[in-house]
Structures are given as C-alpha cells and as structure tokens.
C-alpha cells in the first residue's frame, strides 16, 4: 500500500550551522490495513519521514508509492502535491478552529477541499465520521468547549470524513494525560482498525507503538534498524539500539567464541564476563566477532537445588543482592561475578535476598547482536 524507497533527506544548514542528514535511506513497506507505527527518540527522524509521505517536506532524494500511484520520485522530478495524496492527517498540535463548531470543524476538508461535496453530502458524512468517534451529540458544541481527549477525536473525525486512503498521525496522543492515554489507545485502534484505513502513527513511547501497531519501525538517526511485529522486536532485537529501546534488558559485551549448526539452527557459544553463555537467536554475528548479549528481567527461572537445568537453557547462578516486591512481581539484581543483572520473577516464586540462586535461562532468549559502532 505504501513503499518507500531509499528515502534521503538533508535539510540545508541554518544561521552558519551544519546541514543536518535527517534521513538516511529509509525503505519500508507498509500492507494494505495495516497500523504501522514509526519508533524511535526524539530527533530521530520520524516527523521528517511523515511529512514527507504527507508531501510537506520534499525529500532529497528516493521514492514514495501510496497505493499504485508514485507520489515522489527524484529521479524523475514527480512530486504529487499533498492535496491529491489522498491522505487524512492528525499532528500533535490538533489544529482545531476555535470558532467554530464541531461540525464545521469536521467539515472543513469537505467544503474547503479540492472537491467540493454538494451540502446534504457534506452533513451525512460529517454526522458519519462523528459517530464513528462517538461524537455525533456535539455537532452544534464550540470546539474551545471539548475536552482534551474530545478535541482529539474532533481532529481524527476531520481526517477520516473523506475517507482517506492512508491515515498519517503524528503523536496525536501526547497532549493527553496519562490515564485518558490509555484508553484512547484502544479506541484509536480500534476505529482504525473497523475502518481498514491503513495508519503511519509516529510516537516516541515504546508502550504506544507495542501496545497498537501490526508493525513497528525502529528508527535510529535517520536510519530504520528493524521493521517487525512487536514480539519479534522485543524477543529478537537486532541491534542493542533495538532491544534497549523497547522494553528493558541485560546487555552483556563479549565475544561469539563458536558457531554450530545444531538441529537446523545457529547455536552460538559467547564469553561474556558472567562466563559463557549459549544462544539460539544472533544476527550479524560469526565466530571470533565482538557483540552484546541482549537477555530480558523477565527471562530468568528459578531452579531449585542441585536440579539440573534443561539441556536448552544456560544455567546462571549468582548472590540475589537486592529484591523489592512489587505485588504482580518480584524486581530483583542477582550479583554473577561482580556483573549485575537485573531479573523480574513472579510474585509467587521465593526469593530472599543475600541468598545464592540458580537460574535457568533458556538458549532462545539470549539475543546476539553484533557490538555498537
Ligand atoms: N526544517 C528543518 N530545518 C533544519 N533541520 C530540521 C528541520 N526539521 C527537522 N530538522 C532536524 O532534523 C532531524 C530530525 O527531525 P524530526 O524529523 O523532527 O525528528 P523527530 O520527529 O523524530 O523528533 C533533527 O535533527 C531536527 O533538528
Ligand atoms: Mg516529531
């Protein structure tokens, strides 16, 4: 539905500054219906590579395809403007008109837009869109007399009542407060996703794109790093910038020591300082080279005296030196050779600190990722 290829942005230097590389050749793809989510911090380039599918900002360079129509292509100067995109849009900032009504407000793209619907058109599918973020009682309200969370689905009405062929939502749900965050998480998805419009929301909250996204993009100054569903990027990170983005883990530095092939998979040998660790899951790494081992708190299972672990799993012993109880779980650092790891456990499962603990950690959920550059 969507192809970006190679996509290059340099904004030109401002006031004596450097010219900044905003975007590094991003390609990705994104299916028909999907709900696609652009991670990654701050300044990594996720507004840029939004505004540039929305044809705000013009690339340097690369293609964009929306649907089967190339909407940028440098090396054939096409550049379709944002108004025959066929896009609905949501920024951070709602853009609400304060003085004017619900409806009017929704719409505006209607009445405004380059094809204007005839008036009885306009009020069916402004009360439509409406309903559809269950705001059809508001019609009449004055925009500045919303809620926060009411005038954000004011702007997601105005970006669907033209059924658009592609969503674009730039953190639409940072102006809100924690808890109304949540549910409007769901609800977001959820209409979204009734609606089959497919969606690029950007967000730089890990929660966000885990919690509502089919696919999420990690993206890492202007470059993407991974593109998966959120368990294959929580479970199996490429690169540590991945793993420590989405989700907390252990990242332990060592060397690939062997690579054998063992019932049709890589298991990899790694000295690390905790001792050696074997791992089922690597990317990008071969035997003598330097890389990190990702392991997540939720990894580790106790293993009660002189059992042995599983012929899969490493055992990992230590001195358990701190432990808070949290109610769901138990937070604790198990001390290995001077190392700290940090281990979440079940609340059911006995753990006293001081005390010497064997844990169980099973080869596939030690992550290989090759070292940081
Ligand atoms: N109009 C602009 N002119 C110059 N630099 C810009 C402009 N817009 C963004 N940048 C720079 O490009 C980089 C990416 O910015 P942006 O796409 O806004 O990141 P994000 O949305 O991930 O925070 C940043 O270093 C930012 O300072
Ligand atoms: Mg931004």
């Not at 970006?4 to 900044?20: C, D, F, S, W």
């Not at 999907?34 to 705000?56: E, N, R, V, W, Y």
């Not at 062997?258 to 899951?281: D, H, K, Y």
């Not at 603990?357 to 290989?368: A, E, G, H, L």
């Amino acid at each position: 539905m969507l192809v970006i290829e190679n996509l290059e942005k340099t904004y030109a230097a401002r006031g004596g500054g450097q010219p900044v590389h905003a975007l590094r050749g991003v390609n990705c793809t994104v299916k028909q219906g999907d709900f696609f989510a652009l991670l990654g911090p701050s300044g990594c380039g996720k507004t840029t590579m939004l505004q540039s599918i929305a044809g705000l900002e013009t690339p340097t360079g690369g293609k964009i395809r929306i649907g089967d129509k190339t909407v940028f292509n440098s090396d054939k100067s096409i550049y379709v403007p944002t108004s025959q995109r066929m896009l609905g849009m949501v920024f951070q900032s709602y853009a609400i008109w304060p003085h004017m009504t619900v409806f009017d407000n929704v719409a505006f793209p209607l009445v405004h837009g380059r094809h204007k619907a005839p008036r009885e058109e306009v009020r069916k599918r402004v009360m439509l869109a409406l309903e559809r973020v269950k705001l059809a009682d508001f019609a009449q309200r004055l925009a500045p007399h919303l809620s926060g969370g009411q005038q954000q689905r004011v702007a997601l009405a105005r970006a669907i009542v033209h059924e658009p062929r592609l969503l674009l939502l730039d953190e639409p749900l940072s102006n809100l407060d924690a808890r109304l965050r949540d549910t409007m998480r769901e609800d977001l998805r959820n209409l979204v996703k009734s609606l089959g419009i497919t969606t690029v929301f950007v967000t730089h909250d890990q929660v966000e794109a885990m919690g509502m996204a089919d696919q999420v993009a990690v993206l890492h100054g202007g470059s993407i790093v991974q593109i998966g569903a959120p368990e294959e990027i929580y479970f199996r990170p490429r690169t540590a910038f991945a793993a420590n983005f989405v989700g907390r883990s252990n990242t332990l530095p060592g060397r690939v020591t062997s690579v054998e092939r063992v019932g049709g998979q890589n298991l990899l040998r790694f000295q690390t300082a905790i001792g050696e660790i074997c791992s089922s899951v690597a990317s990008d790494v071969e035997a003598g080279s330097e890389g990190l081992c990702i392991i997540r708190p939720q990894a580790f299972s106790p293993v009660p005296d002189r059992t042995a672990t599983e012929e899969c799993a490493n055992a990992i012993g230590g001195v358990l030196s701190a432990r808070s109880f949290l109610g769901d779980t138990v937070e604790a650092q198990l001390t290995v050779r001077d190392t700290p790891l940090r281990i979440v456990l079940n609340s059911y499962d006995t753990v006293m600190t001081g005390s010497e603990m064997r844990f169980s950690v099973p080869f596939d959920r030690c992550v290989i990722v090759p070292a940081e550059r």
